[in-house]
């Protein structure tokens, strides 16, 4: 039914910069909101930004002023461009969708940040 396709993610030395990309399949009509989530080893899951139909963004603090979340309606693409980079930020990264109300996970993608 509904499928994400995540890119973007790679080995980075601290200070670097990467984008994210995800696609979504579905309609951007039925798309209720869009979201970047992360895990590293032992930890839990937590949500890192996220993006409504209107346009609102919301951001952990961990990553305010580093991390922006946006989204280009003619693609039915969610980006996340990371700047400065640390080595806490070493974790998959996996996109998430809320299609009519139901959720979908993209298979993550790995971001590695090297000392």
């Known amino acids: 039914q509904v499928q994400l396709v995540e890119s973007g993610g790679g080995l980075v030395q601290a200070g670097g910069s990467l984008r994210l990309s995800c696609a979504v399949s579905a309609s951007i009509h039925s798309i209720n909101a869009m979201d970047w989530y992360r895990q590293a080893p032992g930890k839990q899951r937590e949500l890192v930004a996220d993006?409504?139909?209107?346009?609102?963004?919301n951001y952990a603090d961990p990553v305010k002023g580093r991390f922006t979340i946006s989204r280009v309606n003619a693609k039915n693409t969610v980006y996340l461009q990371m700047n400065s980079l640390k080595p806490e930020d070493t974790a998959v990264y996996y996109c998430?969708?809320?299609?009519?109300?139901?959720?979908?996970w993209g298979q993550g993608t790995q971001v590695t940040v090297s000392s």
């Open positions: 998430h969708a809320v299609v009519m109300g139901a959720e979908y």
């Open positions: 993006i409504i139909s209107g346009g609102s963004t």
